[in-house]
């Protein structure tokens, strides 16, 4: 059993290895300004989700206002920025700008949280709806320290910083996210191995047993609520170095749901599950948002439906397959063929959905001729409605079909695991 332990750890740390040294070379394979942009949102978003699953995933707390800790430690960051630029501040090693943002991010954190944790469950999420919607407001109506909708400018090049970086060039703001990301993604990782993350996940799964055996269930929420704002604050100041902007949009409710939606559908219930979601996320926001203008109504049905059909998000998709893995890897071959279905059935009913919305779209456009999946579509054609339509309802039909195979060989294959350990 020991020599098991040994092996697993080994492995963890070797793939960690492997892992961290790609992301290092990651800027040399793709070396493109548009990655480097990409790959930096990525990191900071990251770190965001992460926090924002110690509240959701592991304590329990849904907030609908986490964006205001990002948000703010961004707007003071920038500040500061700010000053060294015009000399009313000596010059600070870019690389402790997070710092700066984790410490606001914390007091923000211990003075709300104070509140908002004396109320679970929906009057908690309502709290914090209600500070994402007075800090949003604060930050249009301040404008002598918010800028309002304009927002906030700074330069992050203040002169040679440590090592004769000067944080110009995207891949030296790369690297400086990247360290930044390792860093706090594991101080989170190994908080949930303490005991406090374990009374986290006691206080989330029975308050009431919590209490029985002699804790104090609020001030384990009131820590766990102050320790996500501060991790939130640290991605906010390496979200303010990235821009080199702040603005509103930082602390509003687009952010904040932004967020929620990252956790949710990488999955809250394995610490992996937020960075899948910020990564995935990322890409298809970055994406679609240069593809259409209804990339909105496409994260929107997206979130439904891993909510509805998979709430255990893509990681927990993923972690299902353990226990084949760990057993008898060879039953994974019963799976492939009604996988290669069903995923046929969802691409097709992917195709036709998306190809009516962008046909409604371009009608709401003026735009008689849509270009889209290589193909040219015009709209006032009542023949390439029906097809679309045709398309879609097979879609449907299809992955009704195909997911009732999907279940029913996964039940096979469930069912000889277990009796393969009983034997």
Same mark, same amino acid.
């Given at each position: 059993?020991?020599?098991?332990?040994?092996?697993?750890?080994?492995?963890?740390?070797?793939?960690?290895f492997?892992?961290i040294?790609?992301?290092?070379?990651?800027p040399?394979i793709?070396s493109?300004?548009?990655?480097?942009?990409l790959?930096c949102?990525?990191?900071?978003?990251?770190i965001?989700?992460?926090a924002?699953n110690?509240?959701?995933?592991?304590?329990?707390?849904?907030?609908f206002g986490?964006?205001?800790?990002?948000?703010?430690a961004?707007?003071?960051?920038?500040?500061?920025?700010?000053?060294?630029?015009?000399?009313?501040l000596p010059s600070?090693?870019?690389?402790?700008?997070?710092f700066?943002?984790a410490i606001?991010g914390?007091i923000?954190?211990?003075s709300?949280?104070y509140l908002s944790?004396?109320?679970?469950?929906?009057?908690?999420?309502m709290?914090?709806?209600g500070?994402?919607e007075?800090i949003?407001?604060?930050?249009?109506i301040f404008v002598?320290f918010?800028n309002?909708?304009d927002g906030?400018?700074?330069?992050?090049?203040?002169?040679?910083?440590?090592?004769?970086?000067?944080?110009g060039?995207?891949?030296?703001v790369?690297?400086?996210?990247?360290?930044?990301?390792?860093?706090?993604?594991?101080?989170?990782?190994?908080l949930?191995?303490?005991?406090f993350?374990?009374?986290?996940?006691?206080?989330r799964d029975?308050?009431q047993?919590?209490?029985f055996?002699g804790y104090n269930?609020?001030k384990i929420r009131?820590?766990?609520f102050?320790l996500s704002?501060?991790?939130?604050g640290? %991605?906010?100041?390496?979200?303010? +170095?990235n821009?080199e902007? $702040?603005?509103f949009? =930082?602390?509003? *409710?687009v952010q904040s &749901?932004?967020v929620?939606f990252?956790?949710?559908?990488?999955?809250?219930?394995n610490f992996?599950?937020?960075?899948?979601?910020?990564?995935?996320?990322?890409?298809?926001?970055?994406?679609?948002?240069?593809?259409t203008?209804?990339?909105?109504?496409?994260?929107?049905?997206?979130?439904v439906?891993?909510?509805?059909?998979?709430?255990?998000?893509?990681?927990?998709?993923?972690?299902?397959?353990s226990?084949i893995?760990?057993?008898?890897p %060879?039953?994974l071959?019963?799976? +492939?063929t009604p996988y290669? $279905?069903f995923?046929? =059935?969802?691409? *097709?009913?992917?195709i &036709?959905f998306?190809?009516?919305?962008?046909?409604?779209?371009?009608?709401?456009?003026?735009?008689e001729t849509l270009?889209?999946?290589?193909?040219?579509?015009?709209?006032?054609?009542i023949l390439i409605?029906l097809?679309l339509?045709l398309i879609m309802?097979?879609?449907v039909?299809?992955?009704?079909?195909?997911?009732?195979?999907?279940?029913?060989?996964?039940?096979e294959?469930m069912?000889e695991?277990?009796?393969?350990?009983?034997?």
């Amino acid at each position: 059993m020991g020599k098991e332990m040994f092996n697993s750890i080994k492995l963890k740390f070797i793939s960690l290895f492997i892992l961290i040294l790609f992301l290092l070379f990651l800027p040399y394979i793709f070396s493109s300004s548009f990655a480097l942009t990409l790959f930096c949102k990525m990191g900071v978003l990251i770190i965001f989700s992460v926090a924002y699953n110690m509240l959701l995933g592991q304590t329990g707390l849904l907030s609908f206002g986490h964006a205001i800790y990002f948000g703010l430690a961004g707007y003071a960051s920038i500040h500061i920025l700010a000053a060294i630029n015009n000399s009313y501040l000596p010059s600070l090693p870019l690389v402790l700008l997070p710092f700066v943002g984790a410490i606001v991010g914390l007091i923000l954190g211990v003075s709300i949280g104070y509140l908002s944790t004396k109320r679970l469950g929906t009057a908690f999420a309502m709290i914090s709806l209600g500070f994402c919607e007075l800090i949003t407001a604060l930050t249009l109506i301040f404008v002598v320290f918010f800028n309002g909708e304009d927002g906030i400018q700074a330069d992050r090049v203040t002169g040679n910083d440590l090592f004769g970086l000067t944080y110009g060039p995207q891949s030296e703001v790369y690297y400086l996210i990247l360290f930044w990301c390792i860093i706090t993604v594991l101080i989170m990782y190994l908080l949930t191995k303490t005991p406090f993350g374990r009374m986290c996940n006691a206080v989330r799964d029975n308050q009431q047993r919590a209490e029985f055996i002699g804790y104090n269930v609020r001030k384990i929420r009131w820590i766990a609520f102050s320790l996500s704002a501060t991790f939130a604050g640290a %991605a906010g100041s390496l979200h303010a +170095i990235n821009y080199e902007h $702040i603005g509103f949009e =930082s602390v509003s *409710l687009v952010q904040s &749901g932004m967020v929620l939606f990252m956790a949710y559908i990488g999955g809250i219930g394995n610490f992996l599950g937020p960075i899948l979601g910020a990564i995935s996320l990322t890409y298809l926001d970055t994406m679609l948002s240069d593809v259409t203008e209804a990339w909105v109504l496409y994260y929107g049905v997206i979130f439904v439906l891993v909510i509805a059909f998979a709430p255990q998000g893509i990681s927990g998709i993923i972690l299902m397959h353990s226990p084949i893995l760990r057993n008898n890897p %060879a039953l994974l071959k019963k799976l +492939i063929t009604p996988y290669s $279905i069903f995923l046929v =059935s969802i691409l *097709l009913l992917t195709i &036709g959905f998306t190809s009516i919305v962008e046909l409604i779209h371009s009608i709401k456009s003026n735009h008689e001729t849509l270009k889209f999946f290589w193909l040219s579509f015009n709209n006032k054609n009542i023949l390439i409605w029906l097809a679309l339509g045709l398309i879609m309802t097979s879609g449907v039909i299809a992955s009704r079909k195909s997911f009732g195979l999907v279940k029913e060989k996964w039940n096979e294959v469930m069912e000889e695991i277990k009796l393969s350990l009983i034997k």
